[in-house]
């Protein structure tokens, strides 16, 4: 095993689609970071996804990789650490897709929620391509290939993990033997390729953007992005819908956005409490807590900004290769045991991609 460090493994990753927000921070970014030490974490640039509804646009969605890797590590993601790939570099997830679709019913995929709803929120209709249908299998390979323990996802994409473990007990017990009274944490013990992955959530599932209404989200126009300067912020900081009509109504405490930011950001919560009780007695206004909120965010974000600018495009490349080469190290593996659990080991292979 290349996996000499003995840690539980993790795979979890992004459609690129630019620059991030603090709602990806929130969500999942900052646990990726604090996942580092105890894990061995592998994240994937779901660049073959993203054509499922861009794939008239192919070289925007090779700029949109670029600019997340930059935000990762502007984050903290650390590239001597974690691997940070790109999807399609690397060829036995696509075959793995394959094997995977045979096993997976058409009705049980037109069951899961997620497709249903992203078909409804993008307005697809009857308009969606094969390959729209196709992703959510290519995320059960996406996954699998690397056998991680864990998968750190917001909600939204527990349907899919779902579909991802059925996926993996079926393939083990078809082809490895494996016994379908077999606990799920005893799989691989029994003789199965793949571990039967957990989902794993972030801190905060969904930050309301600054419209105070809808969830954060770059094409709402509601997000303060990871990149946003110092002005960007307090300006974002300072528009954000604090619940109240105007100044002569009561202060609103239950989904107030602002406070949701300061709960969310805010290093001293003891603070907090302080500031929402006066608040509340209106000894201080909207205008006090979104300053603070400004200021706190700010302070997160300001370590970001030196990094990121610190990282050329030349650096992500580098990142990139260095990643992809090491996971297809691990995926090969992986798809050569499947094969062969499979008995469709033919020939032997040898990959090289520079
Ligand atoms: N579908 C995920 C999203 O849009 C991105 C993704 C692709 C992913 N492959 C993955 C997430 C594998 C976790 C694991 O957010």
């Not at 509804?53 to 903290?76: F, M, N």
């Not at 779902?162 to 082809?175: C, G, H, P, S, V």
């Not at 799920?184 to 600054?210: C, S, W």
């Amino acid at each position: 095993m290349s996996n000499t460090t003995e840690k539980p493994r993790i795979l979890t990753g992004d459609t690129p689609t630019g620059s991030l927000h603090l709602g990806h921070y929130v969500g999942s970014i900052e646990n990726r970071v604090a996942m580092q030490d105890e894990y061995d974490c592998y994240f994937i640039l779901a660049n073959v996804h993203a054509l499922s509804t861009r794939a008239h646009e192919p070289a925007e969605v090779s700029a949109d990789c670029i600019s997340i890797v930059k935000d990762y590590i502007a984050a903290g993601i650390d590239p001597q650490r974690s691997t940070v790939f790109v999807q399609s570099e690397v060829p036995a997830i696509a075959e793995l897709t394959w094997y995977f679709a045979m096993l997976l019913g058409y009705g049980r995929l037109m069951k899961n929620p997620t497709i249903k709803d992203e078909i409804r929120v993008k307005n697809l209709g009857e308009n969606y391509s094969f390959g729209f249908l196709l992703y959510p299998v290519g995320q059960i390979a996406d996954i699998l290939t690397f056998t991680p323990q864990f998968v750190p996802v917001g909600e939204d994409q527990v349907p899919h993990i779902e579909m991802t473990r059925e996926i993996a007990r079926r393939f083990n017990q078809l082809y490895c033997g494996v016994d379908p009274q077999t606990p799920d944490e005893d799989y691989v013990e029994a003789g199965g390729v793949f571990p039967i992955p957990q989902a794993k959530a972030g801190r905060i599932a969904r930050l309301t953007g600054i419209d105070g209404t809808h969830k954060m989200s770059k094409s709402l126009g509601n997000a303060i992005m990871l990149s946003d300067s110092p002005k960007e912020v307090t300006k974002k900081c300072n528009k954000i819908f604090t619940g109240r009509g105007t100044m002569d109504d009561p202060p609103v405490l239950e989904g107030n956005t602002v406070i949701e930011y300061l709960r969310a950001f805010h290093p001293d919560q003891a603070q907090v409490d302080q500031m929402v009780g006066s608040y509340e007695n209106s000894e201080i206004g909207d205008g006090v807590l979104k300053k603070e909120a400004g200021r706190v965010i700010n302070e997160l974000l300001e370590p970001m900004r030196e990094r990121c600018a610190a990282t050329s495009d030349d650096d992500v490349r580098d990142i990139l290769r260095d990643g992809t080469k090491r996971a297809n190290e691990l995926a090969e593996r992986t798809l050569w045991e499947a094969k062969q659990a499979m008995d469709y080991d033919f020939f032997g292979r040898g990959l090289s991609i520079d």
